[in-house]
């Protein structure tokens, strides 16, 4: 709409707005709020009123007196910090849960939490630091169902959950809809997934069987894209929604299988694939 009254018009007053990409806009400005800047201007005879986004003015001139001043607008608080709490699902190999397959990794749904660091070298642009952590549970049950077939009575075993660390860095964008943000960012970091440590047990009659896999971790490149919806309170405080896809390959080392009469074996190291989604809510605060 702002395109309009960027060509020559019949004006009234002659103040001036200067815009992010070096466009002006000759018109009668009315008053200037922490969002918008509104202002009138006559255009076919007939006088318009509207407004224009803060974030997309580069500076504003008004005529009130001689000489003509320059006004600095305030683009407000724009680097923020934000913490949100929320599920993770994960997706791919990571969710298989056949028992056959080697790369299955059993992972269900958990807890995610996500900090972040914004900060803005335009009014769009800028750079994100992002600390994750996931907790996925493990389903250990589908595999002491299958040691209950084999041995034809019932397999317990604990419950146990995959934890995620990861840290990222990389470029975030910010677009403006009214009181609203919607924020895309991208990052490559490095994370670190271990898997828990898990015991199978059954007894029948006198005899007693029990299994234990060790707890193993790794380390890998990982990537993420995400979104985020972001409300503004006021000129400090936002509320924040975000969609989260992390991705990687882990490869784990050799493995320890214990048994209860004191033996063990040890199993080949292996590759994990490694994708979830994380959906969250929270809190920023600007500075």
């Not at 193993?216 to 969609?243: E, H, Q, R």
């Not at 989260?244 to 390959?249: A, Q, V």
Request: aromatic share 12%; net charge neutral.
């Amino acid at each position: 709409m702002i395109v309009l009254f960027i060509y020559p018009v019949i004006i009234m007053a002659q103040d001036k707005i200067l815009l992010q990409d070096g466009r002006e806009i000759y018109c009668h400005v009315t008053s200037i709020d922490s969002v918008n800047i509104h202002f009138s201007m006559v255009k076919n005879n007939h006088t318009i009123e509207t407004m224009i986004k803060i974030i997309d003015v580069q500076q504003v001139y008004l005529s009130e007196e001689l000489p003509v001043k320059p006004v600095k607008v305030s683009m407000g608080k724009r680097n923020s910090v934000d913490v949100s709490v929320g599920g993770s699902t994960p997706r791919g190999e990571l969710a298989n849960d056949d028992v056959l397959k080697e790369e299955s990794g059993l992972a269900g749904n958990g807890l995610s939490i996500n900090v972040n660091y914004n900060y803005f070298i335009t009014p769009r642009i800028g750079f994100s630091v992002k600390g994750i952590y996931n907790s996925n549970e493990y389903k250990g049950d589908k595999l002491g169902k299958a040691f209950s077939y084999l041995l034809s009575y019932p397999v317990i075993n604990n419950s146990a959950k995959y934890t995620t660390y990861a840290m990222l860095f990389g470029p975030t964008y910010l677009l403006p809809i009214d009181r609203l943000l919607i924020e895309g960012h991208a990052g490559l970091g490095f994370g670190k997934l271990k898997e828990p440590e898990v015991n199978f047990s059954a007894t029948k009659g006198q005899y007693q069987w029990l299994l234990k896999k060790q707890s193993i971790s790794a380390n890998t490149v990982l990537y993420n894209i995400g979104g985020c919806l972001v409300f503004k309170v006021n000129d400090n405080w936002d509320i924040i929604g975000k969609v989260e896809y992390l991705e990687g390959s882990f490869k784990f080392a050799e493995n320890i299988i214990e048994y209860g009469n004191g033996e063990s074996t040890k199993v080949d190291s292996r590759r994990q694939d490694y994708g979830v989604y994380n959906i969250s809510l929270g809190l920023g605060l600007k500075f």
